[in-house]
C-alpha cells in the first residue's frame, strides 16, 4: 500500500539526526548504571502521573551537569515502557539540528508513527497546505500536531489514552538564536499546553537568558512549568565517584599493563582528587574516562598526566579538549552579544569577565581582611563601570557562572553580591594559555587594567577634590 503524498513529503523535512536513537549520534552521553537513580527517579514519577498539574517540565543545569544523559536517559526508558511520542535533541554543531526550523515537523513525523488515525491526518494536511513547510513554525505546530490530535478528540477518540505521550527536547540552549530558543517555548505553551494537548514535556538547557526569563518570578512559564535545577538541587558527587571508580577499573581489567590491572589501580585519593576537581560535573568525569581510555598508551600513564598535568607540561596533550571546546563555544558566543550591544561598544568582554574571574577565584582585595574578593559592585566602580554591569557581563553565562550573597567585614557584615563560577574546571581552562587559547587573558594583563582603572579614579578623585576646593 502506497504512502499518502502528504506523509511522504513530511518525511523528507524532519531531521532524522535529532532523534535520540540517530546512528548520527553514535557518542550520545547516557547515566551510568547507579548513578542519577533519584533524579531519574523523579523524572519517572512525574512523567508517570497523569494527574500532575503540571504538563510541562524544565531542566536546567550547568554546562556539563549531565542534562543530556539525563534525556538520553529518559527517552530510552520511556521508548522501553512504550510511552515516547517524540524526541527532539539540538546541537550546535549539526545545521541540521542547531535551529528550531525542523522541530515542529520532526515531532510531528514522531507523532504520527505512533497512531495510524494521527498519521492519515497529518498527511492530509499536508496535502491540504503543501506549502505549510514555509510557513511559521508557529502554524507549522498547529497544522500538524494541534490540529490532528484535535480532530481525534472530535471523533470520539480520547487522545489520553495514547499510549506514547512523552516528548523530549534536549539542549535548548544550543538551538541557534536566543529569539529562536524563545520562540521554541512560547509556542510549546501556546501550541502544546494551551491546547491542553495530551502530552508530557520535558526540556533540558543550560540556564541561558530565554528559558531562565521564562520560568523565574513573572515569566510566562513561572507556575505552569515543573523546574528542575539540576546544579542546585542535586549533589552529583557520589554519582561521579561511583562512575569514575567503574569506569576507570574497567579501563584497567581491559589493559595490557599490569599495573592498570592491579586492585590498587586508581588509588582512592586520585578518585577523590578528581571528584573534588569535577565540582559535580559530570562533563569533566566523561572527559576523564574519554582521555584515560585512548588505546595508545597505558591508562596508567594517561592518568599521570591528568593527576600532574601543567600548561608547560603538556602542551601537546589536551587531555580536557572535550571542556576546552565547550568553554570556548560558550564564552564566544557570549562576547558577540555582549560587544554586539550599543551600550558595550568599544568595551573588551573577556578582559572584563577575566578580571571579575579573577578576583572571584584569587581575590584583588585587602588580603589582611577575612576575604580577599570585592563584591561584584564594587570591583564595578573599580573598573570605571556603571552600576550593574556585573549582570549584564554574565547574562550568557549563566550556565558557567551565577550570582551570590555573601558577608563582607569592610561593609559592617552586610551581605554583597558577588560572583561564584561552577566548577573547578572552568578557572583552570580560564588560567591556562594552552587550553583557553584565543580567549585567553593571562594575569599581567588583568592587574595592568585593574591598576589603570585605579589610577584613573584617583585621578578623578583629585579632580573632582580641586573643583570642590575652588567652589
Known sequence: ????????????????????????????????????????????NWIQDRDAPQRLLCITGAAGAGKSALQQTLAESCTKSDILAAGFFFSAVDSTRNNSSTIATTIAYQIGLCNQALRQYIGA???HDQHIFSRELKTQMDVLIVRPVQRLRSLGFNPNHLPQ????????????????????????????LDNDLPFRIVIASRPEWAIRSALEPGGYLHGIAYHLRLSDNYDASADIRRYLWRRLRDIGSRSSDPRARSPLWPSQDVIE?????????????????????????????????????????????RPFETLDILYSGILRTARAEYEAVDTNSGRDFLLLLAAHHFN?????????????????????????????????????LRSLVTLESQKF??????????????????????????????????????????????????????????EFSVI
Not at 284 to 310: C, F, G, I, M, N
Not at 432 to 438: A, Q, Y
Open 1 to 44: 500500500m502506497k504512502r499518502p503524498i502528504g506523509w511522504k513529503m513530511l518525511s523528507k523535512q524532519t531531521a532524522p539526526n535529532a532523534l535520540h536513537n540517530s546512528s548520527a549520534r553514535f557518542d550520545r552521553p547516557k547515566c551510568d548504571e547507579d548513578t542519577r537513580v533519584e533524579v531519574n527517579s523523579e523524572l519517572m
Open 125 to 127: 494536511a499536508i496535502e
Open 165 to 192: 505521550y512523552v516528548i523530549i527536547i534536549d539542549g535548548l540552549d544550543e538551538c541557534q538564536g536566543e529569539r529562536h530558543q524563545a520562540g521554541v517555548l512560547s509556542i510549546v505553551k501556546q501550541c502544546l
Open 273 to 317: 582528587m578528581l571528584v573534588k576537581a569535577a565540582s559535580g560535573q559530570f562533563v569533566y568525569a566523561a572527559t576523564v574516562v574519554k582521555y584515560v581510555s585512548e588505546r595508545h598508551s597505558s591508562p596508567v600513564d594517561k592518568l599521570q598526566v591528568l593527576t600532574t598535568w601543567t600548561s608547560t607540561q603538556h602542551h601537546q596533550a
Open 360 to 396: 572571584a577565584v584569587n581575590g584583588i582585595g585587602d588580603h589582611t581582611t577575612s576575604t580577599a574578593q570585592y563584591s561584584a559592585a564594587t570591583f564595578d566602580s573599580i573598573l570605571n563601570l556603571e552600576e550593574g554591569a556585573f549582570v549584564n557581563l554574565i547574562s550568557d
Open 409 to 466: 567585614l569592610y561593609h559592617g557584615g552586610a551581605a554583597h553580591t558577588v560572583l561564584r563560577f561552577y566548577h573547578l574546571s572552568f578557572s583552570e581552562f580560564m588560567n591556562t594559555p594552552s587550553r583557553s587559547r584565543d580567549v585567553f587573558v593571562s594575569p599581567e594583563e588583568i592587574c595592568a587594567f585593574v591598576a589603570k582603572c585605579c589610577l584613573r579614579n584617583i585621578s578623578r578623585h583629585s579632580l573632582e577634590s580641586r
